[in-house]
């Protein structure tokens, strides 16, 4: 069995970035006609496109959730590049609910926030994410979190399902003795010297650092499962702050190139039913959705969807004390019927399906 798993034919609710909000995930399933146990009486069945955690207030209930209804056939799920930090033992912004040595530094921004009762829920968190695939396929339709690359998809069907962990850590080292072979590691220290400041911190614009633009760049080349999860990725101009660190190199619009005729649904890129007050993502979020509505599909062929409408930045209006901001959503795509379902009842077409 492949990490790139078969999908099963019939209606789907394909459920964006979760993001640890439980109660928006609750309200949108109870939309869609989910009962508690992920039945749905026209025998619709859940997908959804990993990120189920950090940041939000309750990552442990949305992956219990979604264990228990993968684990009963309920639902399917594949790994988004949040599941494959946690599952790598690899802090990130937003990862304290997990992660001790982030919880104090986490806290500012995102408490309070739900950690794991004791060893075993930890346990049963690690295992699930281990076993989750990478993409999952049929004839009319293709779902991965980040890009659906051809080369990459091609290595990836080769590793065997529950081998994420060994083969990512795998690629990353490959790229490591590159970077060690050619220097890179040694100029990147030097930049950190130059740079003393921490690159998650705000205040501090650092100048752009070459060697931490290359190093990023290549683990891209060299690890399939990145460029899956994360997406392409090009050397930008001017660092930006982004998912809670400085950046060096920015998303690529890889649905440009894309000219199969499955269709491909995809989480991970942040889109917005409303223009932000600030971009998350910098320049790179106008080259991405910029000239794309907020509902429509992407590429040359219209056949490409990003289902993730931000409702992991819910945090920001959480921490100003707002009611709950629009600007960050929870949405379902409804295939065949290519609809959005929205956490709160909304249930919108999608539009420039088929170019």
């Keep these: 069995m492949s990490l790139i798993q078969p999908l099963p034919s019939g209606p789907l609710d394909i459920v964006g970035d979760v993001h640890g909000e439980y109660d928006a995930l609750l309200s949108l399933l109870a939309q869609l006609g989910y009962d508690q146990e992920g039945r749905h009486p026209a025998q619709r069945q859940l997908v959804f496109v990993g990120d189920f955690c950090d940041r939000g207030p309750d990552s442990p209930a949305v992956l219990a959730l979604a264990r228990r209804l993968v684990q ?15 599952l790598r033992e690899d802090p990130k912004d937003g990862s304290g609910w997990f992660f001790d040595s982030r919880t104090a530094s986490d806290q ?17 968190i690690t295992e699930f994410a281990a076993g989750l695939p990478v993409a999952l396929e049929r004839e009319d339709l293709r779902i991965v979190h980040a890009a659906w690359v051809e080369p990459q998809i091609r290595a990836v069907r080769a590793m065997p399902l529950g081998s994420l962990r060994a083969q990512y850590d795998h690629w990353e080292a490959v790229a490591e003795t590159q970077a060690g072979a050619g220097e890179l590691r040694a100029r990147r220290a030097a930049e950190a010297l130059a740079w003393p400041h921490s690159l998650e ?15 990023e760049l290549n683990k891209a080349v060299f690890n399939p499962l990145k460029v899956l999860t994360t997406g392409l ?21 890889w649905w440009n190139d894309y000219h199969d005729a499955p269709a491909v649904v995809i989480g991970h890129y942040w889109r917005r039913l409303h223009p932000p007050r600030v971009p998350v993502h910098g320049k790179q979020e106008e080259n991405l959705f910029g000239q794309t509505p907020p509902l429509s599909w992407h590429g040359p062929r219209g056949n490409v969807f990003c289902v993730d409408y931000s409702v992991g930045g819910r945090w920001v209006a959480r921490l100003a004390g707002e009611a709950r901001d629009e600007r960050f959503n929870l ?16 249930e919108v077409p999608t539009q420039d399906f088929g170019g």
């Excluded at 056939?73 to 599941?83: D, Q, S, T």
């Excluded at 911190?201 to 190093?215: I, K, M, N, V």
């Excluded at 949405?331 to 909304?346: H, I, N, S, V, Y």
């Design 72 to 86: 009963g056939g309920r639902a399917l799920a594949v790994a988004g590049n949040h599941e494959i930090n946690l």
């Design 331 to 346: 949405a379902a795509l409804r295939w065949p019927e290519r609809t959005l379902m929205f956490e709160d009842g909304r």
């Design 233 to 253: 990725e090009r050397r930008c101009t001017e660092p930006f702050y982004a998912g809670g660190k400085w950046r060096f190199v920015e998303r690529m619009a």
């Design 201 to 215: 911190d705000a205040r501090e614009r650092p100048p752009f650092l070459p060697a931490h633009s290359e190093s």
């Design 108 to 124: 500012p921004k995102y408490a309070p926030f739900a950690q794991p009762q004791d060893e075993a829920e930890r346990q049963a």
